[in-house]
């Protein structure tokens, strides 16, 4: 006999301590990622790195978008030199558009064994932190990044 029910779908709402989680119907892990990131993770950390870019290159309250252009420039530029490993010949004027740099953040994020994950992560946290211009819940974010959110 035919099967009429429909299929389930995959989960889609994911969230730690909901109703799911709680109950056991769907748990979320809880286990320390020391040796590999579930899927979860590594979306939780693109998001949060996109949350930094958007911090340190697009503020606009205290800095002139020439400045914040000045540092999206000299970020991309290092980063294709120091982690990439890529040739960088474009002359100073070149404006980057650290979106679509993200864009291959995200994709090293997504699809890269732990420990490039872990070193992509280090560099950008210390190269922003680097910067060190005085604002608090920028000094805040990177930390709190740092310490607590890629581990759980």
């Given at each position: 006999?035919?099967?009429?029910?429909?299929?389930?779908?995959?989960?889609?709402?994911?969230?730690?301590?909901?109703?799911?989680?709680?109950?056991?119907?769907?748990?979320?892990?809880?286990?320390?990622?020391?040796?590999?990131?579930?899927?979860?993770?590594?979306?939780?950390?693109?998001?949060?790195?996109?949350?930094?870019?958007?911090?340190?290159?697009?503020?606009?309250?205290?800095?002139?978008?020439?400045?914040?252009?000045?540092?999206?420039?000299?970020?991309?530029?290092?980063?294709?030199?120091?982690?990439?490993?890529?040739?960088n010949n474009l002359n100073g004027a070149y404006g980057y558009d650290?979106?679509?740099?993200?864009?291959?953040?995200?994709?090293?994020?997504?699809?890269?064994?732990?420990?490039?994950?872990?070193?992509?992560?280090?560099?950008?946290?210390?190269?922003?932190?680097?910067?060190?211009?005085?604002?608090?819940?920028?000094?805040?974010l990177v930390s709190d990044f740092v310490v607590?959110?890629?581990?759980?």
């Amino acid at each position: 006999m035919e099967n009429n029910k429909k299929e389930r779908r995959r989960g889609i709402v994911r969230v730690r301590g909901g109703f799911s989680d709680i109950t056991g119907i769907s748990p979320r892990n809880n286990t320390i990622q020391l040796e590999e990131f579930d899927d979860d993770t590594r979306t939780k950390i693109s998001n949060k790195l996109y949350e930094i870019f958007e911090i340190t290159f697009d503020y606009q309250d205290k800095f002139s978008y020439a400045a914040n252009q000045d540092y999206s420039n000299a970020f991309c530029k290092a980063l294709y030199n120091d982690v990439f490993c890529q040739r960088n010949n474009l002359n100073g004027a070149y404006g980057y558009d650290w979106r679509r740099v993200f864009e291959e953040i995200h994709k090293v994020v997504e699809e890269a064994p732990y420990n490039e994950v872990l070193d992509i992560v280090e560099y950008i946290c210390r190269w922003v932190a680097s910067l060190n211009y005085g604002r608090d819940d920028h000094i805040e974010l990177v930390s709190d990044f740092v310490v607590h959110r890629f581990l759980f």
